[in-house]
């Protein structure tokens, strides 16, 4: 008999686990298929999270002996998102002038406070049919034993997609892979029921993924229309050959034609892509090219089809990275540096507004670059700009790092080319910059926002915001949970929000101090959740806590984080960064989970107060947009008064005679 029922207990331990891993899965796949399928939805990949949040914790919230109707059409929703997409394609449409959005589509589809509490809204429903699979079974077991179960479905997830990602698989072995995990959830009962939508899910992904041209990197949806590549549905880049970027007037070749005392020897192109500017550089004369490129694919695309062929000349040495790490870690120093067209079309996690590039034009990027320039050397970015506000931006921020203005080529309409030598005598220019108007605020690493005009929430955000607090609002309503009974667990609805702060804060840090590439992304998610593992694996093993204790050491923790500046965590060497970054950004999370695993253990309804602290996430996703009016460094003060509140609210629970459960029921078996 106590062996059957061990068994029965690890039965539910192992479905927990295939439940959490599905849920963590199918949201981060969601985050990386909707935004390169519906255009001008992965700078917003944010609000796929949020949604993510929400159907999760509506499905923790929702009881036990309600909403199995949810669990039975679970794949439907899902089905349905992808269907609709593949075959009824959608735009996020966006005439903001107060934030850039880089693209060359025809702006079409219905405005962004229409389409994206659309899909936040189709998220939240898949994600709360998935959440419920994943409640009912968290709640069989003791919450700590359950909430470890829960984490490690999480790592499971969470390691999965980014091996998927690092092997560049196409969306249709995603699908497969949700597919067949919600199979074995949904059990026998629901085979046909299940097998349907999933099916045509499936098969809408393999036609996708078959479609000529078409390819994924760790980053985007590629479609080659050689010789142009377009990501995520956008053009992005196109090759050409030599002869057509050494034409006169060419933007490829305005810094060799401005530096001409320069010698060109070596080479550092950032944003190497298809390798224009590579082919450039070598006809030249460089001796040596050192291409930085962020993705894979878009390097690999280049070396296979550049007519130019600059990839294959032994003088080109190829660094998969990110160019703000790369300039970080070498000690070379080049005659020019070259910034082209680094226009990223994403955002680093979907936790953030940091995009791929943003740290590439700061201040301290600026700074870094001059450091790596030879005597007498150049340093050269182009785009296409859009306004006059951004060219003035980087022109001014340019002028101030090098002492004197930089010279300005301009193509068309806002397309130029900013061009600084070391010194005046190191540049020969046509034209010097000369601002339009009002020179904006250089970005900086702690308010890494090149494209936001000025230090404020565009009022497309918050418009966007308020349409989801309204759909958050009127989901709980429906679902029919009461909202008085979730008030007890305040502290934990706060506790969420300050998590998912001290999470995209930390996502934030190592993007800086190694690089905005998935990889680190993958990483710190992945370190974040063994953080959290270990405090609930502490706390299992300890019949009692000291709570203020903790709280202490929380705060004091995160206190350290926020007296030390980024530029002095960056200056150390690659071990000592790497230790001190771990350090700062692990120690607030273990003791953090140290306290929430205690009143998780404590709780009366377990399962309502993870829900209550998943919506609490929500919360903490959308305050992350106050970074874009007071920088990064400054949440980690809102943090600590979010986590101050949550000790707060919970003495005022003992106070008011919560019931506790017993402690021997609390702690596994």
Same mark, same amino acid.
């Given at each position: 008999?106590?062996?059957?029922?061990?068994r029965?207990?690890?039965?539910?331990?192992w479905k927990l686990?295939?439940?959490?891993?599905?849920?963590?899965?199918?949201?981060?796949?969601?985050?990386?298929?909707?935004?390169?399928?519906v255009? +001008?939805?992965?700078?917003?990949?944010?609000?796929?999270?949020?949604?993510?949040?929400?159907?999760?914790?509506?499905?923790?919230?929702?009881?036990a002996?309600?909403?199995?109707w949810?669990?039975?059409?679970?794949?439907?929703?899902?089905?349905v998102?992808?269907?609709?997409?593949?075959?009824?394609?959608?735009?996020?449409?966006?005439?903001?002038?107060?934030?850039?959005?880089?693209t060359?589509?025809?702006?079409?589809?219905?405005?962004?406070?229409?389409?994206?509490p659309?899909?936040?809204?189709?998220?939240?429903?898949?994600?709360?049919?998935?959440?419920?699979?994943?409640?009912?079974?968290f709640?069989?077991?003791?919450?700590? #034993?359950?909430?470890?179960?829960?984490?490690?479905?999480?790592?499971t997830?969470?390691?999965?997609?980014?091996?998927l990602?690092?092997?560049?698989?196409?969306?249709?072995?995603w699908?497969?892979?949700?597919?067949?995990?919600?199979?074995i959830l949904?059990?026998?009962?629901?085979?046909?029921?299940? *097998?349907?939508?999933?099916?045509?899910?499936?098969?809408?992904?393999?036609?996708?993924?078959?479609?000529?041209?078409?390819?994924?990197?760790?980053?985007y949806?590629?479609?080659?229309?050689?010789?142009?590549?377009?990501?995520?549905?956008?053009? +992005?880049?196109a090759?050409a050959?030599?002869?057509?970027l050494l034409e006169?007037?060419?933007?490829?070749?305005?810094?060799? #034609?401005?530096?001409?005392?320069?010698?060109?020897? %070596?080479?550092?192109v950032?944003g190497a892509?298809?390798?224009?500017?590579?082919?450039?550089?070598l006809?030249?004369?460089?001796?040596?090219?050192?291409?930085?490129?962020?993705?894979?694919?878009?390097?690999?695309?280049?070396?296979?089809?550049?007519?130019?062929?600059?990839y294959?000349?032994?003088?080109?040495?190829?660094?998969?990275?990110?160019? %703000?790490?790369?300039?970080?870690?070498?000690?070379?120093r080049?005659?020019?540096?070259v910034?082209?067209?680094? #226009?990223?079309?994403?955002?680093?996690s *979907?936790?953030s507004?940091?995009?791929?590039?943003?740290?590439? !034009?700061?201040?301290?990027a600026?700074e870094?670059?001059?450091?790596?320039?030879?005597?007498?050397?150049? !340093?050269?970015?182009?785009?296409?700009?859009?306004?006059?506000?951004?060219?003035?931006?980087?022109?001014?921020s340019?002028?101030?790092?090098?002492? +004197?203005?930089?010279?300005?080529?301009?193509?068309?309409?806002?397309?130029a080319?900013?061009?600084?030598?070391?010194?005046?005598?190191?540049q020969?220019?046509?034209?010097?910059w000369?601002?339009?108007?009002?020179?904006?605020a250089?970005?900086?690493? #702690?308010?890494? /926002?090149?494209?936001?005009? +000025?230090?404020?929430?565009?009022?497309?955000?918050?418009?966007?915001?308020?349409?989801?607090?309204?759909?958050?609002?009127?989901?709980?309503?429906l679902?029919?949970?009461?909202?008085?009974?979730t008030?007890r667990?305040?502290?934990?609805?706060?506790?969420?929000?300050?998590?998912?702060?001290?999470?995209?804060?930390?996502?934030?840090?190592f993007?800086l101090?190694? *690089?905005?590439?998935w990889?680190?992304?993958?990483?710190v998610?992945?370190?974040?959740?063994?953080?959290?593992?270990?405090?609930?694996?502490?706390?299992?093993?300890?019949?009692?806590v000291?709570?203020?204790?903790?709280?202490?050491?929380?705060?004091?923790?995160?206190?350290?984080?926020?007296?030390?500046?980024?530029?002095?965590?960056l200056?150390?060497?690659?071990?000592? %960064?790497?230790?001190?970054?771990?350090?700062?950004? /692990?120690?607030?999370?273990?003791?953090?989970?140290?306290?929430?695993?205690?009143?998780?253990?404590?709780?009366?309804?377990?399962?309502?107060?993870?829900?209550?602290?998943?919506?609490?996430?929500?919360?903490?996703?959308?305050?992350?947009?106050?970074?874009l009016v007071?920088?990064?460094?400054?949440?980690?003060?809102?943090?600590?008064?979010?986590?101050?509140?949550?000790?707060?609210?919970?003495?005022f629970?003992?106070?008011? *005679?919560?019931?506790?459960?017993?402690?021997?029921?609390? %702690?596994?078996?």
């Amino acid at each position: 008999m106590k062996l059957s029922k061990t068994r029965q207990t690890d039965a539910v331990r192992w479905k927990l686990l295939l439940a959490s891993a599905t849920m963590l899965f199918v949201e981060l796949a969601l985050i990386r298929w909707a935004g390169a399928n519906v255009v +001008h939805l992965s700078y917003f990949s944010n609000f796929i999270l949020l949604g993510s949040f929400l159907g999760i914790g509506l499905g923790f919230l929702i009881p036990a002996a309600r909403g199995q109707w949810l669990k039975r059409w679970a794949p439907i929703p899902l089905a349905v998102l992808v269907v609709l997409v593949r075959e009824y394609p959608v735009q996020v449409r966006q005439n903001s002038s107060e934030v850039l959005f880089f693209t060359s589509v025809k702006v079409t589809g219905l405005p962004e406070w229409v389409t994206l509490p659309a899909i936040f809204l189709l998220t939240a429903v898949i994600m709360t049919a998935i959440g419920k699979i994943t409640a009912d079974y968290f709640r069989l077991l003791p919450p700590l #034993d359950a909430y470890r179960y829960d984490l490690l479905g999480g790592l499971t997830g969470s390691v999965c997609f980014a091996l998927l990602s690092w092997l560049r698989a196409p969306s249709v072995v995603w699908g497969l892979l949700a597919a067949a995990a919600l199979l074995i959830l949904g059990g026998r009962r629901n085979i046909l029921r299940y *097998g349907i939508p999933l099916t045509a899910m499936v098969a809408a992904l393999f036609v996708e993924s078959t479609t000529a041209g078409s390819s994924w990197s760790p980053y985007y949806k590629i479609q080659l229309f050689n010789p142009s590549i377009s990501v995520n549905g956008i053009p +992005h880049q196109a090759m050409a050959p030599l002869h057509v970027l050494l034409e006169e007037n060419s933007n490829y070749r305005q810094a060799y #034609d401005q530096t001409p005392a320069n010698p060109h020897k %070596r080479v550092l192109v950032i944003g190497a892509g298809n390798g224009n500017d590579v082919a450039v550089a070598l006809a030249y004369g460089a001796e040596r090219v050192d291409a930085v490129e962020i993705d894979p694919r878009l390097q690999q695309i280049g070396a296979q089809l550049h007519p130019a062929k600059p990839y294959d000349d032994p003088r080109v040495h190829v660094h998969i990275n990110d160019g %703000r790490a790369f300039l970080e870690r070498t000690h070379t120093r080049y005659d020019l540096v070259v910034l082209a067209l680094p #226009d990223s079309l994403t955002l680093v996690s *979907g936790a953030s507004n940091l995009r791929l590039e943003s740290y590439l !034009f700061t201040r301290q990027a600026f700074e870094a670059a001059r450091e790596h320039l030879a005597p007498n050397g150049a !340093f050269v970015m182009y785009n296409y700009y859009r306004t006059s506000w951004l060219v003035d931006r980087f022109a001014g921020s340019l002028n101030d790092v090098y002492g +004197h203005a930089p010279c300005m080529t301009t193509f068309g309409q806002n397309a130029a080319v900013l061009m600084a030598g070391m010194t005046p005598a190191d540049q020969s220019c046509k034209q010097t910059w000369q601002p339009s108007g009002a020179v904006p605020a250089a970005a900086s690493d #702690d308010h890494p /926002f090149p494209y936001l005009l +000025h230090r404020n929430i565009p009022t497309l955000y918050l418009g966007v915001l308020g349409a989801i607090l309204l759909v958050s609002l009127l989901s709980v309503r429906l679902t029919g949970v009461r909202i008085r009974s979730t008030l007890r667990y305040t502290d934990m609805f706060l506790l969420g929000a300050a998590f998912m702060l001290l999470e995209t804060k930390n996502v934030i840090n190592f993007a800086l101090y190694f *690089g905005t590439t998935w990889l680190v992304n993958a990483l710190v998610f992945i370190g974040v959740l063994l953080a959290v593992l270990a405090g609930v694996e502490v706390r299992r093993r300890l019949p009692r806590v000291n709570q203020p204790l903790l709280q202490v050491l929380l705060l004091a923790t995160l206190a350290v984080a926020w007296l030390v500046p980024a530029h002095a965590v960056l200056s150390l060497p690659f071990a000592l %960064r790497l230790a001190a970054a771990i350090a700062l950004a /692990f120690a607030p999370v273990f003791y953090a989970n140290l306290i929430f695993s205690d009143r998780l253990a404590l709780a009366p309804d377990p399962t309502s107060a993870f829900g209550a602290n998943l919506l609490g996430a929500l919360t903490g996703g959308a305050l992350e947009y106050l970074a874009l009016v007071t920088g990064y460094q400054a949440l980690l003060l809102v943090v600590a008064l979010l986590y101050m509140g949550a000790f707060v609210a919970m003495r005022f629970a003992r106070r008011a *005679g919560e019931p506790v459960r017993d402690e021997a029921v609390a %702690r596994p078996t």
